[in-house]
């Protein structure tokens, strides 16, 4: 079964606004991540945060985490044509050390 | 690509034929996975490995075998194709180095049809 859940399955936003996506899961982890997948290619690791940290950057990419909730976000900032893209959450649980659970990802269209 | 090749890259093949898909790298990193893609699955796990011949079960290893006798080959082989193991085939990779924190890195993906 899946751990993680992410909403909305589908997003489409105007070039220059910013973007949000909601990841939730089930279970306790180690660590959350967050990749891209652009049309027929291999994922592609964005950013990692560690179940002890609350909040991220990584250039335009803002994570946070609040394990309380079990649920995390990826905002996108300013966001561009190539950002277009599926965005997938995915989890190291503590009980499964050294394997990443995904969840159904969160398609992305930029509207130039 | 993280110095991850997987062959072939599209394949058809008949219900119950066998079929045998690769993975190599460049990278000596100890771990590597086989996902599948699914529509509205997401990736779901296969096999991995830890090690030259240490595999281990995913979330969907029925009608799937795997084997690892070299560090850069992962091999993963449905001995008896069906029409439900069309899908995508993802292999990664994973870094577990300095910093412990298993980031994965995949390769391009087999697109394979079993008809």
């Known amino acids: 079964s899946q751990q993680g859940e992410e909403d909305p399955q589908a997003l489409s936003i105007q070039e220059g606004e910013n973007a949000t996506m909601n990841c939730s899961y089930k279970?306790?982890?180690?660590?959350l991540q967050w990749y891209r997948q652009n049309s027929g290619r291999g994922l592609v690791h964005l950013i990692l945060i560690r179940s002890n940290e609350r909040e991220k950057h990584s250039g335009r990419l803002r994570v946070t985490l609040d394990t309380s909730k079990k649920s995390s976000s990826l905002l996108i900032t300013a966001s561009r044509a190539a950002d277009t893209a599926s965005y997938f959450c995915a989890t190291e649980s503590i009980q499964g050390a050294q394997k990443l659970v995904f969840g159904q990802g969160t398609r992305l269209t930029i509207n130039p | 690509d993280a110095g991850i090749t997987q062959s072939p890259r599209h394949k058809v093949t008949e219900t119950g034929t066998p079929v045998t898909l690769r993975c190599h790298q460049t990278e000596n990193h100890r771990y590597m996975y086989w996902y599948r893609q699914d529509p509205g699955h997401g990736l779901r796990l296969i096999h991995y490995s830890y090690g030259v011949k240490d595999t281990d079960k995913g979330e969907v290893s029925d009608g799937y075998s795997v084997s690892r006798s070299k560090t850069e080959d992962f091999l993963l082989t449905l001995e008896s194709a069906t029409s439900s193991q069309t899908s995508v085939y993802f292999c990664a990779i994973g870094s577990l180095a300095e910093s412990s924190y298993n980031e994965q890195f995949f390769g391009p993906g087999t697109r394979l049809t079993v008809l």
């Open positions: 279970t306790s982890i180690n660590n």
